[in-house]
């Protein structure tokens, strides 16, 4: 077994951040599967997919309804590079040199082009629809950030030190070996510094950059 193609962090790493050595390997797949379960965690958090992938054909990650203005709204980001920008009806894919892609911030911009009819000049926008518009692009973190692989990291630890196979069990109730008794606190929340690692990453409402965008 080995952590998933999306993880946030890797086996090795995670052995070294607990002071396991390498060659101690009765734990390595607990310690895979919360590697996986920390970056689902984050990711539900942030509302981002964050390692580099490819979106093909994929509704999820953009907002596939069109809307009417010059803009359309990536879910993922950083955006690494745009293959296809189709605004449905049966129309061609537009040309690299019709839009502008916002890599950081995560948008295509129609590029302002000016039609006639009937004496009229309009500005060519995204045609109104349901899940009419398409974009397949690259979008996410490669490498992943130090701060990210930290908070995936720092979740896995603390997930592991309070299960059953650490000899710390920082969520055990209690325990008795011998004459000695120990208890401990349950702790079934994320810790501090990961939310606060994680927070620069959450993704915005595009409620908000719209209504910046209409500004």
Sequence with gaps: ??????????????????????????????????????????????????????????????SSDGSQTEVIWLLEFPVVSVAKVNLGFGSSDLASGDYAVYKDAGYIRLQRRVAFEEDRAYNVLVPAGIQNVRVDYVAGYDPVPADLRQACRDLAAHMFVGSWASDKRMGLASRSVGDKAESYIADATIPPRVEQLIEPYVRVSLISHREEEGA
Excluded at 9 to 34: F, N, T, V, Y
Aim: net charge positive; no cysteine; proline share 5%.
């Design 1 to 62: 077994m080995s952590v998933g193609l999306y993880a946030l962090s890797d086996l090795p790493s995670l052995k070294r951040w607990l002071g396991i050595r390498p060659s101690q390997a009765d734990q390595d797949q607990l310690l895979e599967e919360l590697i996986d379960t920390a970056t689902a965690i984050i990711e539900k958090k942030t509302s981002r997919r964050l390692k580099k992938r490819t979106f093909e054909n994929d509704p999820t990650s953009i």
